[in-house]
């Protein structure tokens, strides 16, 4: 019997335990099933997503343009918009349409004194530009150029004609940056091809532009 009696007592505290640990388990979920979910930090979310940046072909693109002036036996103005590629921070190279207004005297077809004829002109152009310790640049140009090419017929009345005119600047200046990818410059240019028609002939030729980069 009292052998019966300590086996009874042993299951009863056994079965205290398991339920008391049940509990213990019930209680714990529950208290976490009540907790408030919690919130993601704003900053966490808003740059989870790394910003998008532009490939490095683009951030080496420029435009920009000059403002073209000469006077002398020729009065030459030009304005030029033109779109370039940075290879390195020292080289560059762009190409450009040409806007041209010229004006110069041809003689009389009598031969006494002089007629005054002026033009507008387009055309095109590639320059390629090199800097050296980030402040003199030294350039290059080549420009085809349609210009109306004056004279007189048999009876001394004046025309006009259009000529394709073969162009090549050498020139150097300053160039200073005023941003990563922008620069002012100052040039002077001479075109030693000299063609007949050109309308720089013999004449240095001075630009001021900027190029600005995206």
């Known amino acids: 019997m009292k052998r019966h009696l300590i086996i009874l007592v042993s299951l009863i505290s056994i079965c205290s335990l398991n339920v008391l640990s049940a509990q213990t388990v019930d209680s714990t979920s529950q208290q976490e ?12 979310t808003k740059y989870s997503t ?3 940046s532009k490939p490095d072909w683009k951030k080496k693109i420029y435009v920009g ?3 073209g002036l000469s006077f002398g036996s020729y009065t030459n103005i030009e304005i030029s918009p033109i779109v370039g590629y940075n290879f390195t921070e020292d080289f560059n190279m762009g190409i450009g349409v040409i806007y041209n207004y010229y004006a110069y005297e041809i003689p009389n077809y009598t031969g006494f004194g002089n007629t005054k004829v002026s033009s507008s002109n387009w055309g095109g152009r590639l320059n390629a530009n090199y800097t050296l310790f980030n402040l003199v640049s030294l350039g290059a140009e080549y420009q085809l150029l349609s210009v109306d090419v ?5 009876v001394g009345a004046l025309i006009s004609d259009k000529e394709l005119v073969n162009i090549l600047f050498l020139g ?18 001479y075109d ?4 007949k028609y050109s309308p720089y002939n013999d004449q240095v030729v001075w630009r001021i532009g900027v190029a600005a980069g995206f």
């Not at 099933?33 to 966490?44: C, D, E, F, N, Q």
């Not at 030693?192 to 063609?195: A, E, G, M, S």
């Open 33 to 44: 099933s009540v907790l408030p979910p919690t919130r993601k930090s704003k900053a966490a």
């Open 50 to 52: 790394p910003p998008k």
């Open 65 to 67: 343009g000059y403002f």
């Open 150 to 154: 004056y004279g007189y017929d048999d």
């Open 172 to 189: 150097g200046g300053i160039r200073q940056r005023i941003g990563r990818n922008s620069s002012m410059f100052i040039m002077a240019y």
């Open 192 to 195: 030693v091809l000299q063609n």
